[in-house]
T-cell receptor, first 112, second 110 residues
Framework: ETGVTQTPRHLVMGMTNKKSLKCEQH?????MYWYKQSAKKPLELMFVYSLEERVENNSVPSRFSPECPNSSHLFLHLHTLQPEDSALYLC???????????FGPGTRLTVT | DAKTTQPNSMESNEEEPVHLPCNHS???????IHWYRQLPSQGPEYVIHGLTSNVNNRMASLAIAEDRKSSTLILHRATLRDAAVYYC???????????FGKGTSLLVTP
């Protein structure tokens, strides 16, 4: 247990569906992250929130919409996804910029 | 961003030490060397990091070359649970991004 939980662990959705991924950290950290890990590709940073404000957005398509209502919770809202968006979506948290990041177990997303 | 180069895969016997190399010849003076690992079906896990001096913690040791152009992660006694992909990442203290490469896939055999 890393102190970062993600739900659901597995998700299958059609291209016209809307779904949300949830992440919660119990570590008292002030920064939270979404990463994407596609098959046979390195992890890619998608979004970073620090003190509930988005500080990085790495050219992610608008069909992915993050939300950080407080420093312990992070959501990734999904709509009209494509099959190539199928991947492992990982959440992480850290205490500031230079600190180590703690990752959750990920949500395995399949878009059909 | 400065890049790192790691072997694609390595193999070790259980209970023997493992030395995982990383080359980073274009490292800048403000880059920290971070190591993470990812066990099968799990998210990445922080292992260790350092700037210039060698570092030890309960998981591993990090040996950094004097010119900082290479480093080695040392697992003192490999166990089957250490089988994972190990990532060597350069990161400045400012900025949030961890730029993961392909890493080294470590196989540990009994």
């Amino acid at each position: 247990e890393t102190g970062v939980t993600q739900t659901p662990r597995h998700l299958v959705m059609g291209m016209t569906n809307k779904k949300s991924l949830k992440c919660e950290q119990h570590l008292g950290h002030n920064a939270m992250y979404w990463y994407k890990q596609s098959a046979k590709k390195p992890l890619e940073l998608m979004f970073v929130y620090s003190l509930e404000e988005r500080v990085e957005n790495n050219s992610v398509p608008s069909r992915f919409s993050p939300e950080c209502p407080n420093s312990s919770h992070l959501f990734l809202h999904l709509h009209t996804l494509q099959p190539e968006d199928s991947a492992l979506y990982l959440c992480a948290s850290s205490q500031g910029e230079g600190s180590e990041q703690y990752f959750g177990p990920g949500t395995r997303l399949t878009v059909t | 961003d400065a890049k790192t180069t790691q072997p694609n895969s390595m193999e070790s016997n259980e209970e023997e030490p493992v030395h995982l190399p990383c080359n980073h010849s274009t490292i800048s003076g403000t880059d920290y060397i971070h190591w993470y690992r990812q066990l099968p079906s799990q998210g990445p896990e922080y292992v260790i990091h350092g700037l210039t001096s060698n570092v030890n913690n309960r998981m591993a040791s990090l040996a950094i070359a004097e010119d900082r152009k290479s480093s080695t992660l040392i697992l003192h006694r490999a166990t089957l649970r250490d089988a994972a992909v190990y990532y060597c990442i350069l990161k400045r203290n400012s900025g949030y991004a961890l730029n993961f490469g392909k890493g080294t896939s470590l196989l540990v055999t009994p």
